[in-house]
């Protein structure tokens, strides 16, 4: 969620208003920008509506313990082996998943093929019936207009325990193993420049800190630390796209390494490498900049935890960096970005002086949105304008405050020989700090996102990105069901057409436009 709490911004606008003294110029100047779409990619979860992956229980939430006669997730603690997969079962005891929590019948209704290794035995309850059950492999019957899945093992053999489960969906059961991305996905998103993987990786907040704690191929789930690496420069491969990835906050240089060189080996040379240390570690809303704050203020950068945080992003970055240098022989196949935030210039100066991290980066990365966060006590005020008048208050107030924000970062990221780009941006109605509980504004602002002038809107702002001379833009976020926590999806489920979605049209026809017809 892109929630930017008010209270933070105002903060973040009243410290340190006065300009700092002007930096030293950078040597060279930064390639010339090209303007051009990245999108973010939703995050793995049962409940993801866009549907990457053909076996869906990858997206599986972690195991639930269930135990007869008690009421749900009360069962024992699971034992578990280091994949995430049951070793053995107490007595009238199971472990249980969801997979596919998508209402409204958007997954695929049909034959899924589900097969395992091991011994014991599976079920299915709600709206799956098994019609076939042999030994490592069941054909379940799936009406998704009831519901989604929950795949149960009640018994499982501790020497001989279930693992490698896979569900695969109608049609794909032939083909998973050589493409196990859905043909819908990849058509949606071919042509794209750049696949930022932030919510891919299950960024915020991420407990990584050694390669070992990384996301595996063989993990029973991927919706507990992300999705491997390995898929992310396969899905990067097949889209041509240029992958972005964000180092967990608290990976220690030998994860980075690795990182670095499993990437090198397995990403198609032609490919560019865009690298950020986490994701907004300037927002005091994520764990990650409260712990940039600490560790700033141990390293004695800053007594207030969030200037540490601005400082501490700057030095750890340039660490970052060095490393993905060593590895792939220099910067000519990397991006190095520093992030900030997109409304206060003043942080970008702070982030991108720290160790001279700008002599060491390639770009600054903001997120200009087009920003209307709208608290508690605001809430019906803002209803009262209609649907029409919170239109004309995009357009008036929130659309050229996003255009001068680019243009003020422009000019700061000039300074220090930086391109300019985004590792997020799009419109960012919500409610804030109570507002996303009154459900008159929720409706009103999902009415807003689906709007043509919201299409309109977008077209101006991408046009004004290109003005300002913005280079790659990275859109926020792919498919995604809108709720009150935001509309942040261009659309809300795989199933459905682009141009049922204003603001998802002019996206895609700016990318066709910036990029020519890949598609």
Known sequence: MRILFLAACVLLFQVGAAAADQPPAGESQPTAAVAKLGINLAGPADWNTELPLVDVFRLSRTWISQKKGLGWGKGPALKLDEHGWVTSLDDDCWAETPMCTIEGGHYPSGKYT??????????????????????????????????????????????????????????????????????????????????????????????????????????????????????????????????????????????????????????????????????????????????????????????????????????????????????????????????????????????????????????????PYIGMNVPGDQADEVVKLGLDGILDKVERESLPRAIEDMQKQKALADEYNLQLIAYEGGQHLVGVQGGENNQELEQLLHAANKHPRMGDFYRRYYKAWEDSGGGLHCAFSSVSRWSKWGSWGLMQYYDEAPADYPKFQATLDWMKKQHGTKR
């Open 114 to 367: 589900l097969l395992y290794d091991g011994r014991g035995k599976i079920e299915f309850h709600g709206n799956a019936q098994v019609v076939q059950d042999q030994p490592g492999r069941l054909i379940v019957e799936v009406d998704s207009q009831r519901g989604g899945l929950f795949l149960r093992v009640v018994e499982t053999d501790p020497n001989d325990y279930i693992r490698n489960i896979r569900v695969i969906m109608p049609g794909y059961a032939e083909r998973y193993v050589d493409n196990p991305w859905h043909d819908a996905f990849l058509a949606r998103w071919r042509g794209v420049a750049c696949l930022r993987y932030m919510d891919f990786m299950d960024t915020n907040g991420s407990s990584i800190a050694h390669w070992d704690d990384r996301p595996k191929m063989d993990d029973a789930t991927w919706t507990r630390r992300g999705v491997p690496l390995e898929m992310l420069c396969d899905l990067a491969n097949r889209l041509d796209a240029d992958p972005w990835f964000c180092m967990p906050h608290l990976a220690d240089d030998d994860y980075v390494r690795r990182f670095a060189q499993q990437t090198k080996q397995l990403l198609d040379p032609q490919r560019k490498v865009y690298i950020e240390y986490s994701n907004e570690v300037w927002n005091g809303q994520f764990e990650q900049s409260r712990y940039a704050g600490r560790k700033g203020q141990e390293l004695g950068l800053a007594e207030k935890p969030w200037e540490a945080a601005w400082l501490y992003t700057g030095r750890r970055s340039r660490e970052i960096f060095a490393i993905w240098e060593e590895v792939f022989g220099g910067t000519d196949r990397l991006v190095r970005v520093l992030a900030t935030q997109s409304a206060n210039p003043y942080v970008s100066r702070q982030v991108v002086t720290s160790a001279d991290a700008f002599r060491h980066a390639d770009a600054l990365a903001i997120a």
